[in-house]
Structures are given as C-alpha cells and as structure tokens.
C-alpha cells in the first residue's frame, strides 16, 4: 500500500538533490583539518555549505556554527549562561540571574530551562493564549524586571503559531537582554531573515528541512560569543568540539541552498494543500476543531480535534489506511500525558485528548490530499459510532 506521509513537522524526507549530494561526498573522508590536499576538499566543502546557510537566512558565514541538531543549538546557547564570563571571557553572557521563555517551547528549550533553575538561574515561563501567541504584555513585564536572555520559539512544532519574534526581539534589545529563537520549524515555510528580525541567536535542525538526521545550526550574531557545550579541539572558532559531520555539513548546505531557491514557490503550493485539507475536513466532519491561530500559522500544518474520539485511535486507524500522521508532538508521542502546548493554550480536555497534527511537506501531492478526504469522515464516524461519549 502507498504510505502518505503527514507527519513532516516530525522529520522531512531527504530532497532527491541533496541524497545526490551525499552519494557525491561519501568518499570524500579527508579530516577537514588536515593541512593537505584530501583535507582542504573537505574544508572547502564545508564552507561552501555554510555560505548557502548564510545566504539562506541573510548572515554572514563567520555567523554560522555547525551542529549536531536543533536541540544542540538551544543548549548551547542556554547552557552558556551558566559559564557566562566565569569561564569564558570573551561570552556575551554575564553573571546569570534570570531566562525568560515561553510554555509552549520545544522540550530541547523547556527541560534545559529546568536544568538553568537546578544552577540558580531564575526561569520564568510567560503564558500563551488560546490561539498560542504568547502573552506580549507578560513578557515585556518580565522584560523589563530584568533579566539576562530571552527564547520564544519562532513557530510551534505542533499548532505552527507563529511569534512576532522582531517585535519581542525590540523589547529584549531596549532592556540590553539576548534574544534567542528557536527556529527549527520555519525553514521553508516563512522566509528567515535574521537582519531583519535583529536577533542574537537562532537555531535550525537538518532534518526539518530535507536534509539528514544529525546536523544542526546555531547562527550567533557577529560579537555574541558563547561558551562551548562541547569543548576540546578548534573546530567551529572553538565553540563546537569535535571532527566536522561533513557529510551531514553538505547535505545541510544543498538543503539550504534549495530552499532558497524553491521556497517560495513550495509555500504556496503547500498551503493550498493544507487548506485544501483543513476545509474539506472542517466540512466534512461535523464538531471538528482547528487548533493554533486561524492565520499567524505555518502554512503547513493542520492540528485539529474531534469532538468524542481519542487520538490515539485515529492515528490507528489512518495507519491502518497508509496515512501518518501524529498526536502532539513526535517526542511525546508514546505518553498518555496531554501535549504541553494544547494544556499551555487551555484548550478544553476534551479537544486535547482528541487532536492529531498534520504537516504537509513539499512531496505531498493532490491526490494524497483527495485520498485523505476520501478516508478521514468514515474512520471518525466509525469511531464515533463505538465511543461510549457520542
Ligand atoms: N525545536 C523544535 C521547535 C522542534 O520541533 C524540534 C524537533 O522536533 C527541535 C527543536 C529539536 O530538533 P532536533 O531533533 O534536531 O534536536
């Protein structure tokens, strides 16, 4: 059976350019270190990767640090508030006192957060609304009572809200606080620009865009420093240990520089589908819910609940039918917990336990989309026949 995949806000299939990319390079094994020929290909290489990166969210090369992932590019970051100036003379980040986020971040930003409270470190969660935008008043409060940097995520993984993250970016400048966004769910779907968006730091993950698992960015803007998370050898100007991924460095760097080529064009046609599909199911299916902002939201994703069923039984169900889809978000998934975000925006318990996420990417097609409406009202109906609730 044909499998139709909606699940890309979880990971991205690789892009056929980018698999050509990696096929190219796997013999290229020369340490990008080494001062000889098979090295100097493989530092070459890198850097060319991290000028696309560059280009693709208007930086500067020197502003790009390779990583491991998203998550690592979000610890180092927070991380370096517990070195701060102690250790690393030249870090941007003084003698910590207080981290201010959102309840709604990924865990690689919440759990960290956790971590920073165990050292001392003030941490204040602002609140979100209903749709998932986070509570501007709250924030430019906690703002202004000082602190030393601020991480609001720049769209949600699982109800794509998008923040005004210039605007917050602006009100942490005034007060001289750091601003962080964690941008891992935004390329190809928003343009990235961080002139524009003045921010100090931003971090994106492989993987969420059509690259391979095991590669990250973290950009730092010019003057910024950090302290190491891992520490050891000179790579990336000492702030990240460790022997360059070139592989995953180049295949991140062909996905970068695709995107930029293709995504306006994807952007459209991924938001037809999206809509395409989030009308027809609001149509088709009586007492059916959006979750997340009717339009500040990616234009890929689709969290919507049904009132009476759990989720867990229509991820089941549409499994069974060749549809993938998820409940929450991936790393929850697999806890009977409701998701962080829906309980963050109040959503009723009812709508919570019921809600499943789909994330369009640039493979889905029409037909996949026709398919699902063919499917979707008679798994629900099914479902619903059995609740005990209806
Ligand atoms: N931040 C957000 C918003 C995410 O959606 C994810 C992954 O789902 C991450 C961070 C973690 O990225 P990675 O899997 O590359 O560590």
């Known amino acids: 059976m044909k499998r139709i995949y909606l699940d890309n806000n979880a990971t991205t299939p690789l892009d056929n350019e980018v698999k050509q990319a990696i096929i190219e390079t796997l013999d290229m094994y020369g340490n990008p270190s080494s001062h000889y020929e098979l090295g100097r290909i493989a530092r070459d290489k890198i850097e060319e990767a991290r000028a696309n990166i560059a280009t693709f969210i208007n930086a500067s090369p020197d502003e790009i640090i390779f990583t491991s992932c998203g998550s690592e590019s979000n610890n180092i970051v927070m991380k370096s508030m517990l070195c701060g100036q102690k250790c690393c003379p030249s870090s941007k980040?003084?003698?910590?006192?207080?981290?201010?986020?959102?309840?709604?971040?990924?865990?690689?930003?919440?759990?960290?957060?956790?971590?920073?409270a165990c050292e001392s470190v003030e941490t204040v969660f602002v609140s979100v609304d209903k749709y998932g935008l986070v509570n501007e008043e709250e924030l430019e409060k906690e703002i202004n009572k000082g602190a030393d940097l601020v991480s609001i995520m720049y769209a949600n993984n699982e109800v794509g809200t998008i923040q005004p993250?210039?605007?917050?970016?602006?009100?942490?400048?005034?007060?001289?606080?750091?601003?962080?966004?964690?941008?891992?769910?935004?390329?190809?779907?928003?343009?990235?620009?961080?002139?524009?968006?003045d921010i100090d730091y931003l971090s994106l993950s492989g993987h969420k865009?059509?690259?391979?698992?095991?590669?990250?960015?973290?950009?730092?803007?010019?003057?910024?420093?950090?302290c190491p998370l891992i520490s050891g050898g000179h790579q990336e100007k000492g702030l990240r240990a460790g022997t360059e991924n070139t592989i995953g460095i180049i295949a991140m760097g062909k996905a970068a520089?695709?995107?930029?080529?293709?995504?306006?064009?994807?952007?459209?046609?991924?938001?037809?589908?999206?809509?395409?599909?989030?009308?027809?199911?609001?149509?088709?299916?009586?007492?059916?819910?959006i979750n997340g902002h009717p339009t500040l939201r990616v234009p890929n994703t689709l969290n919507i609940s049904f009132s009476f069923i759990e989720g867990e039984?229509?991820?089941?169900?549409?499994?069974?039918?060749?549809?993938?889809?998820?409940?929450?978000?991936?790393?929850?998934?697999?806890?009977?917990?409701?998701?962080?975000?829906?309980?963050?925006?109040?959503?009723?318990?009812?709508?919570?336990?019921?809600?499943i996420r789909m994330s369009l990417g640039k493979y889905n097609t029409e037909e996949e989309v026709d398919y699902v409406l063919e499917v979707f009202p008679s798994i629900i109906e099914k479902l619903r026949k059995m609740s005990p609730f209806s």
């Open 93 to 116: 980040i003084r003698s910590p006192k207080k981290f201010i986020t959102s309840t709604i971040e990924h865990p690689a930003v919440l759990e960290t957060a956790k971590l920073l």
């Open 165 to 197: 993250i210039k605007q917050f970016a602006q009100i942490a400048h005034k007060k001289g606080l750091l601003f962080h966004t964690d941008a891992v769910q935004v390329p190809a779907k928003l343009k990235i620009d961080v002139k524009d968006l």
């Open 209 to 226: 865009m059509y690259a391979p698992k095991g590669v990250g960015i973290l950009y730092t803007k010019k003057g910024n420093t950090l």
């Open 257 to 289: 520089e695709i995107a930029k080529r293709d995504q306006e064009q994807e952007i459209k046609k991924v938001k037809y589908l999206r809509d395409k599909l989030e009308t027809g199911l609001l149509e088709r299916i009586p007492k059916s819910f």
């Open 313 to 355: 039984a229509i991820l089941y169900m549409l499994d069974h039918a060749g549809i993938e889809v998820s409940t929450g978000s991936a790393c929850s998934s697999g806890s009977l917990d409701p998701s962080h975000v829906l309980t963050a925006m109040q959503t009723n318990t009812e709508h919570m336990h019921s809600s």
